[in-house]
């Protein structure tokens, strides 16, 4: 891999060339230039093209790939399994971890600002590159090309999909978990940072008046999503916890947020008073 070059007012760490190797597709170096670069570089740069318009267009393409093979290898499923699949898939946390193998972050093209606080391995600014990248693809080559780069890239996660139960759907998965359990229904508070082009939102969940997990996502959706699965899964290993320890234990009121897709680390446990109410 080549060294870091500057160009301009901004780097780009990798050569295109070897990325476009590894797509397996002919992408002119001109298409494929735009889909690497970011809003930063171009705005530090005189505000050259963007990969936005790219990026748009690729949104669409792996969306269109993706439901696709979805509806046809699952003949049965009704359409709200269909698309809580195909959300599963296109998440931005999904599209990073492709990026990522790829070693995408390496070919974009960033601004200093953007370099300097870790722009090359954020889950947002890859998975925005991956779909300019696809985009590029499709208008360079047509759809059977694009279709075929998105099955190499996507079909592992496609097949996982399938496999992921309440990860489906953290935020219904939480709710029936809190009403099995007698809990309370879970609430969500979500605000939002960042300029309006690249807001991040965080949401924090609450039964009653304990804090079980929070989030941080691209929507408002995405961060509510991430904050039931941190709660979901402190729920369920505090009751397996419950269930080991003879003198029980409870997990401390403030939950981590959860970002990136990962799922939150559990605080230190606190052992029970003996005169506390047990947990259901």
């Not at 509806?71 to 699949?85: M, N, R, S, V, W």
């Not at 606080?117 to 059977?144: F, M, N, Q, W």
């Not at 402190?234 to 997990?251: C, F, G, H, M, W």
Request: aromatic residues 4%.
């Amino acid at each position: 891999m080549s060294g870091r070059r500057h160009d301009g007012d901004g780097t780009q760490a990798g050569d295109p060339a070897e990325l476009s190797d590894a797509l397996g597709v002919p992408i002119s170096a001109e298409t494929l230039e735009r889909a690497l670069t970011h809003r930063s570089y171009a705005y530090e740069n005189g505000g050259l093209p963007t990969n936005e318009r790219l990026e748009f267009l690729g949104d669409s393409v792996l969306s269109l790939v993706v439901t696709d093979t979805l509806f046809t290898g699952h003949p049965d499923l009704p359409e709200g399994q269909l698309a809580k699949l195909r959300a599963a898939v296109v998440q931005m946390n999904a599209l990073a971890e492709v990026a990522r193998d790829l070693r995408l972050g390496l070919f974009v093209k960033l601004g200093r600002g953007e370099e300097g606080t870790g722009g090359r391995d954020k889950p947002s600014i890859l998975a925005d590159t991956l779909e300019a990248v696809i985009g590029a693809t499709y208008i360079d080559c047509g759809l059977g090309e694009a279709s075929g780069l998105v099955h190499r890239l996507f079909d592992p996660v496609i097949q996982r999909s399938a496999g992921l139960g309440a990860g489906l759907d953290w935020k219904t998965s939480l709710q029936e978990l809190t009403a099995d359990r007698n809990l309370g229904v879970p609430e969500y508070q979500v605000k939002d940072s960042g300029p309006d082009h690249q807001k991040l939102f965080r949401a924090v969940v609450k039964v009653g008046a304990r804090e079980l997990g929070a989030g941080e996502g691209r929507s408002k959706k995405a961060a509510e999503q991430l904050a039931a699965e941190a709660a979901y899964r402190s729920i369920t290993a505090e009751k397996d916890q419950n269930r080991d320890d003879p003198e029980r234990v409870r997990l401390t009121p403030d939950a981590p947020a959860v970002s990136a897709g990962q799922p939150a680390p559990l605080r230190d446990a606190v052992p029970a008073q003996p005169d506390a109410p047990h947990t259901p």
